[in-house]
């Protein structure tokens, strides 16, 4: 695997830089895109559950987006240092593929941690996941979810 910049040790912009690529990727809800993001050795802790290398990671994903229908998220730099970078992150989904089901929205912090190469090799996930009704949805459809509004109390003040 050729490098995936940008290459730490970051900057204010590099690093927004990584969390919006982050984004993106995840957006995709493609595991075989995500994937390659990351050490073949990488280790996670996303909630309780506790894993590393690239097929685990891999299964992980897999089993995830198949649970959560409609997945919009949103990333934010929260900050960063050197290697590492934290990040807040919201997301949407709905508990079956008919938007009129029920939604959740999840809210977190990540911890990442990378190798020189610019990918990660450490991710530690701690979230909490909340129904919400859908008219509470922030990332609806057409809504570019960098644009929709985290209301204040939901996001960390700047």
Partial sequence: MSALPPLPPFTAET???KV?????KWNTRDPDLVAPAYTPDSVWRNRDHLFSGT???K???ADKWAKEHNYRLRKELFAFQDDRIAVEFWYEHSA???PSSQWFRTYGLEHWVFAPD???RSRQMSGNTVPIEPGE????????VNEGEVP???ISAK
Avoid: E, N, S, Y
């Fill in 152 to 154: 204040a109390g939901h």
């Fill in 55 to 57: 097929a685990a990671i």
């Fill in 20 to 24: 919006k690529a982050a984004q993106d």
């Fill in 137 to 144: 949805r922030w990332f609806k459809d057409g809504v570019d």
């Fill in 59 to 61: 299964a992980f994903l």
């Fill in 15 to 17: 690093a927004k830089q």
């Fill in 118 to 120: 610019g990918r990660m």
């Fill in 96 to 98: 079956t593929p008919d």
